[in-house]
């Protein structure tokens, strides 16, 4: 047993479906995330675009999180959704500005 804190997938779902959580915490976050080959700005900013054009809304508030922590800006953030609005849709792109207001401005 480590003294580090639980993970956000530990807390959420650990007692529930644990295979899912080392899969998110060693695969996902403890190797794809860690790859040299693109910076974690930029996988940043993948995965906030991913999300959006899939719709995945709930899963944008831990990420655009993450890209801030990642260093990319909240104006950049707001550019990169405004432009998605024209290749994922305006819906979609309405419902990623929403969830980003509430990260931004309201937390």
Do not use: C
Not at 42 to 58: F, H, K, M, P
């Amino acid at each position: 047993m480590t003294d580090e804190q639980p993970s956000g997938a530990e807390k959420a779902f650990g007692d529930f479906a644990p295979a899912l959580v080392d899969l998110t915490d060693e695969v996902l976050f403890g190797q794809v995330w860690e790859r040299p080959e693109l910076a974690k700005r930029d996988r940043s900013l993948i995965t906030v675009a991913s999300l959006l054009t899939s719709g995945s809304t709930e899963q944008l508030v831990f990420h655009l999180a993450r890209a801030k922590e990642n260093g990319v800006t909240e104006a950049e953030l707001i550019e990169a959704i405004t432009h998605l609005a024209f290749y994922a849709g305006w819906p979609k792109a309405m419902s990623a500005m929403a969830v980003a207001k509430h990260v931004f401005r309201d937390q």
